[in-house]
């Protein structure tokens, strides 16, 4: 398991040449957010497009992502879907998480994923000050809704 959090900035390694080709910068997930669907290896400027490589080029995680592929990235002007989620997208980190029965548990501090990039849960920090070890993980099948102001849960997570 995996967090996406942990994610950015490894180098990305290209597996035939083991040439570095950048860091991970951010991710693209879909929408609804059920898995990572690219890497964002460069945002772009004013002169230049956004820079992804999507999930299925990524081998392994480990201290580096390491990737397979010709070509090894693309830009978000070649690629419509990608353009089409980054416009959606918004922040998950910091969302607030509320049961059915309008209690409000805490916020998402972070995604857990699989090697796959299927998210697999939500990290709750419950406290201002909550720290690593007080995070419980809130499992996506206990997800009913997710919105852009909170994702709407079945039930607590047992911690």
Same mark, same amino acid.
């Given at each position: 398991m995996y967090t996406v959090n942990s994610l950015f900035g490894k180098p990305v390694i290209a597996q035939a040449t083991g040439e570095r080709i950048a860091s991970v910068q951010d991710v693209v997930l879909d929408q !609804? !957010?059920?898995r990572v669907v690219a890497l964002l290896i460069d945002i772009g400027g004013l002169l230049s497009s956004a820079r992804v490589i999507r999930w299925e080029q990524v081998i392994s995680?480990?201290? *580096? *992502?390491? *990737?397979?592929?010709? !070509?090894?990235?693309?830009?978000?002007k070649e690629d419509p879907e990608l353009a089409a989620l980054i416009k959606q997208a918004h922040q998950i980190t910091g969302t607030t998480i509320i049961t059915v029965d309008g209690t409000q548990i805490g916020t &998402?501090?972070?995604?857990?994923?699989?090697? +796959?990039?299927?998210?697999?849960?939500?990290q709750i920090k419950q406290g201002f000050f909550q720290d690593l070890r007080g995070r419980s993980l809130l @499992? *996506?099948?206990? &997800? +009913?809704?997710?919105?852009?102001?909170a994702i709407i849960v079945e039930? @607590? !997570?047992q911690a």
């Amino acid at each position: 398991m995996y967090t996406v959090n942990s994610l950015f900035g490894k180098p990305v390694i290209a597996q035939a040449t083991g040439e570095r080709i950048a860091s991970v910068q951010d991710v693209v997930l879909d929408q !609804p !957010p059920t898995r990572v669907v690219a890497l964002l290896i460069d945002i772009g400027g004013l002169l230049s497009s956004a820079r992804v490589i999507r999930w299925e080029q990524v081998i392994s995680l480990g201290d *580096v *992502v390491l *990737v397979s592929g010709d !070509p090894l990235y693309t830009t978000i002007k070649e690629d419509p879907e990608l353009a089409a989620l980054i416009k959606q997208a918004h922040q998950i980190t910091g969302t607030t998480i509320i049961t059915v029965d309008g209690t409000q548990i805490g916020t &998402v501090a972070d995604l857990s994923i699989d090697e +796959r990039g299927t998210i697999l849960g939500y990290q709750i920090k419950q406290g201002f000050f909550q720290d690593l070890r007080g995070r419980s993980l809130l @499992p *996506v099948e206990q &997800v +009913r809704s997710f919105g852009n102001d909170a994702i709407i849960v079945e039930q @607590p !997570p047992q911690a």
